[in-house]
């Protein structure tokens, strides 16, 4: 199987902090590649440098082969982003936020017409598509940050969180449109707190924690015969005995 995304040595500190310590990492393409870590962990950092929206402080990555920071154009053609928390240009309606996005990869203008009105109804955003994003709320603007991403038709999706704030049939079909696009060949790269949704959707998993790769490779292989949530636990460390404590909530 050929690498969809190759991390080598990834390196970023913030001051004294080292938030990403020499990270490497290769998800295979055609997987559903989630990535679990613990608040702070460095997963967003490891993927904004991935993805070249952060310049790290050594090492390298790779998007099918292209070196993200040589070659940042020739990279970002094959690889769509929905970043975590990264400001969109809210002062355009959605359809013309999406119509943006294919017209800045340099998509022919018919094209882009038609993917972004087919993207925004299945993600049920047709009805809001004349509406400024400004005035959408935050489950709505992930969808629409979810069609920019995908307008293009990337080889590889990275996806920070792509679940956060949105309602349970919209995540049903968002799960239907990443799945299949796996099942055609595509890969995704998912970071997300929640393990269970990883566990049904993902069939490689990596653990970081503390800037670092705990472990790495297919789900049931990290999993160890138990749950991913116990595993992760093992792995990371950290949990409280809260017995005995905050007796006045009770």
Known sequence: M?????????????????AVDHLDLDVPAGSFYGVVGPNGAGKTTTLSMATGLLRPDAGRAFVLGQDVWADPVGAKHRLGVLPDGVRLFDRLSGLELVRYSGLLRGMPRDVVETRARELLDALGLAEAGSTLVVDYSAGMTKKVALACALVHAPRVLVLDEPFEAVDPVSGATIRAILTSYVAGGGTVVLSSHVMDLVERLCDHVAVIAGGRVLAAGELSAVRAGR?????????????????GTLDWLR
């Open 227 to 243: 749950t991913l949530e116990d595993r992760f636990v093992e792995l990371v460390g950290g949990g409280r005995d809260v017995s």
């Open 2 to 18: 050929s690498t969809a995304l190759a991390l080598r040595g990834l390196l970023k500190r913030f001051g004294p902090r080292t």
